[in-house]
């Protein structure tokens, strides 16, 4: 085995000893991001950077083509009532509606990202995992959001963990992997570490919190666990890697908390959509209704932003 | 962990913009009087001094200095208080007013916390946060003890000592007076205060309530002045107890003067902590209790964490990123709320400080300060850091009391402990290990009055405060506190 200084990143990182995350050092550090005063000017620029990073998202059973159409409307079609709007990052959907995003977002530069390997459990052989990724592959996502084996990684089982993140990754081509940790069955920050670790090593493009289909979904608390990872991973191999948190955001203003998070902890480098997404599906409205708030002086009612 | 050659980048980019805490509810007079025996009264020289506002350089208003006999008529009036009112009240009732006192800081807390950003420069997110609510929470504590003391004492006859006198520093005005008021009135004495001549205001302001509370007068007296002034407390014969913070060098002063006397007293003087990094430390909370520790209020905490001990192993891990979180700290104006540094105190603190960062790079210290922009106008030291300096060092030996962090390494817990415990200060320190044995291992050999693990600087009025060695004697705060302020018979 070749034990070169050279830090690759396949290469499984060792996990036996632990890492070590102080949870009352993590709450405060959280509290003084949410202490910070964004306004005027810097709020604007941060309403707007939201949008442009938010992943708009339907993972339904019930979801249909006439579903999946009319969000891919509201993804190109934010509020035209405000000229110059960002557009979302991605439409997030299952792989059997990918091919009804694609078509629907034809000529916008928004891109497809679709959940795979059994989202949300991840309870399937391998085979059916990798199949379930490369129709989505094949149908034209730009992007593949995989769900970890949680069983297997409180098992224990990290090489079994690390391989299944790397075989997904070969079979998304060039579509980029986000790697879905489900943070809030893992139990533990250090275990949240240990798998942000893992997925990096093992090829990951971005690293994810939730699926959003358990509480809880994302933390400011985990993410920020998450973001302490890809900085040390980005100090050791300089390798970038992204973060999203997902599910539970609903509000601009815990949104632009995230944000200063971000841009404390990583600086500026990692502050665009390709860094940074939130995975969301009734944040946007609320950001929209600020960004009006800000521009008018006064709150307009909720049933002037579509929901679709 | 190697230095890495990619950087991370924070400056530039997304900007806060201005948030600034307004102050058109606040109320300040163009001079303040002594408080004495309930009432403002001129002071018997006439002459008043400024206090400045150390972020705008601007007068904020004129305060009264006590000669001589404007103390004896403080003093005085503490004596006739006791001796009246005071010491005759139903202990119960004592305890009302010390609630009520408790209740008005809370109700003003707003107007409190700006005018304490504004005289003294601290940031208006640690003045609200922290100052006021523990100063207001202190009162609260010891309302309650006031009709409790035989039981803090079981078995014991205890007394009131009569008229304490008070000397507070600048570096927490308000924390400083409801920490030094609260126990003394809880206990039966009477008071008579000097707040520090940078920072009077909240002294005076705490008057006002005070008085609103109606507290019968002379019970506490509240006279501004310099050296003099707090000399003259000190030394006044009515004076029964005598309670200090401030430095050490003063600190011995006062003992020296008050030897031989029957005055009891309390020191509580200065520090040079060590905040020890284990390797198996978290070791992105441990930088953020390093930050915490030595650039909370500008550094200007006698217990702050301003000399890093790190373990090797992990030392240029903790400094780089300890480098790129103080690129994210905000140094600016007080009264905006994401500063994160304040002003220094005073022209003579900012000049002390920075005789010490030439001292340093003199002594062939590395020194290393975060690139954030600066006022034009006030006092302002950025962040800094000092590598490759050792226990010889003046840097590593002297309190700065600024946000100067003196770092060394070390390599066993026994080399951590000697280095620690190797100065003449005694007050405070912190541990970062996330192996419990080894925190209860360290807090047993580090000789000072604090220590806290995998935490720093928190506070609480249950807590007893004070250092060992030449940081002074006495505990302020919990039950320990109540016993500086009463005499105990069997």
């Known amino acids: 085995m070749n034990l070169s200084a050279i830090n690759v990143p396949s290469r499984m990182p060792d996990l036996s000893t632990g890492s070590r995350i102080d949870e009352v050092g993590i709450n405060e550090r959280v509290a003084r991001f949410q202490s910070r005063s964004i306004k005027t000017a810097s709020k604007v620029e941060a309403l707007r950077l939201v949008l442009s990073m938010i992943d708009l998202t339907t993972l339904e059973g019930q979801d249909t083509a006439g579903k999946v159409g009319q969000l891919c409307q509201k993804a190109i079609h934010l509020h035209d009532a405000i000229p110059g709007l960002p557009h979302v990052a991605a439409v997030c959907v299952y792989p059997t509606m990918v091919g009804v995003a694609r078509q629907a977002l034809e000529g916008h530069d928004i891109k497809v990202a679709s959940v795979a390997t059994a989202f949300p459990s991840g309870m399937a052989s391998l085979a059916v995992k990798l199949d379930d990724t490369k129709v989505a592959v094949e149908q034209g996502a730009n992007e593949i959001d995989m769900v970890i084996s949680r069983g297997a990684f409180l098992q224990g089982e990290y090489g079994r963990v690390f391989d299944e993140i790397a075989t997904v990754k070969d079979a998304c081509g060039d579509a980029h992997l986000k790697v879905i940790l489900e943070t809030g069955e893992l139990g533990t920050l250090d275990r949240v570490q240990g798998a942000s670790m893992l997925a990096m090593h093992a090829g990951a493009d971005f690293i994810k919190t939730s699926t959003g289909k358990i509480q809880p979904a994302a933390t400011m608390q985990v993410t920020l666990v998450m973001l302490q990872a890809i900085k040390d991973f980005y100090y050791k191999t300089g390798r970038m890697v992204g973060m999203k948190p997902a599910g539970g955001i609903s509000k601009a203003k815990l949104a632009i908390h995230y944000l200063v998070m971000l841009r404390e902890t990583l600086g500026n480098a990692w502050m665009t959509p390709e860094w940074f997404r939130f995975g969301a599906s009734s944040l946007a409205n609320d950001v929209l209704m600020q960004l009006m708030k800000q521009a008018t002086g006064v709150y307009q009612s909720a049933d002037y932003f579509s929901k679709d | 962990m190697a230095i890495p050659e990619n950087k991370l980048a924070f400056e530039g980019g997304w900007q806060y913009s201005p948030a600034p805490e307004s102050i058109d509810h606040i109320n300040l007079k163009t001079k303040y009087d002594l408080y004495i025996g309930g009432e403002f009264v001129a002071p018997e020289s006439g002459r008043y001094f400024d206090t400045v506002n150390p972020a705008t350089e601007e007068c904020i208003a004129k305060v009264a200095d006590a000669n001589e006999a404007d103390v004896d008529k403080a003093v005085k009036a503490a004596r006739k208080a006791y001796n009246g009112a005071w010491s005759k009240m139903k202990a119960a009732e004592r305890g009302k007013y010390i609630f009520r006192i408790a209740r008005i800081m809370q109700e003003r807390a707003r107007e409190f916390a700006a005018i304490e950003s504004l005289d003294g420069g601290k940031p208006i997110r640690e003045s ?328 720093f600087n928190k506070f609480d009025p249950t807590s007893p405060f004070g250092g060992y060695k030449e940081s002074g004697f006495g505990r302020e705060g919990g039950l320990h506190g109540l016993d500086a302020y009463l005499n105990l018979e069997a």
Not at chain 2, 252 to 261: D, E, S, Y
């Open chain 2, 128 to 455: 609200r946060d922290i100052d006021i609510p523990l100063a207001a929470a202190h009162f609260f504590y010891y309302a309650g003890w006031a009709d409790k003391l035989e039981y803090a004492f079981p078995g014991r006859k205890v007394k009131p000592l009569g008229v304490a006198g008070q000397v507070i520093p600048w570096n927490f005005p308000l924390l400083m007076a409801s920490w030094k008021i609260a126990p003394a009135l809880a206990c039966g004495n009477t008071v008579v205060l000097k707040p520090a001549e940078t920072t009077p205001l909240t002294a005076m302001k705490l008057a006002e309530a005070i008085a609103d509370a109606g507290l019968p007068p002379g019970v506490v007296n509240i006279v501004t002045g310099a050296g003099q002034t707090g000399a003259a407390i000190v030394t006044h014969p009515g004076v029964q107890k005598v309670a200090f913070t401030g430095s050490t060098k003063v600190g011995r002063i006062i003992q020296k003067a008050l030897a031989g006397t029957n005055k009891k007293y309390t020191l509580e003087l200065g520090g040079k902590a060590a905040n020890i990094v284990f390797a198996d430390a978290a070791i992105d909370q441990a930088v953020e209790g390093i930050v915490n520790g030595i650039f909370f209020n500008q550094g200007h905490v006698c217990c702050a964490g301003s000399r890093l001990l790190v373990q090797e192993s992990v030392a240029d891990e903790v400094v780089q990123k300890l480098k790129d979180r103080m690129d994210t700290l905000i140094v600016g104006d007080p009264l905006d709320k994401n500063t994160d540094i304040g002003a220094i105190n005073s022209p003579m603190q900012l000049e002390k400080i920075e005789s010490y960062l030439e001292i340093g790079q003199q002594e062939g210290g590395v020194m290393h300060q975060s690139s954030c922009a600066l006022p034009d106008k006030g006092y302002w030291c950025r962040p800094t850091i000092f590598t490759g300096v050792s226990q010889s060092n003046r840097v590593v030996q002297e309190e700065i009391f600024g946000p100067v962090l003196a770092i060394q390494t070390f390599r066993t817990l026994d080399e951590a402990v000697s280095k620690a415990n190797n100065t003449p200060y005694g007050l405070s320190g912190g541990i970062w290990t996330d192996k419990g044995a080894k925190i209860f291992k360290m807090t047993q050999k580090i000789r000072a009055g604090v220590i806290w693990a995998n935490t």
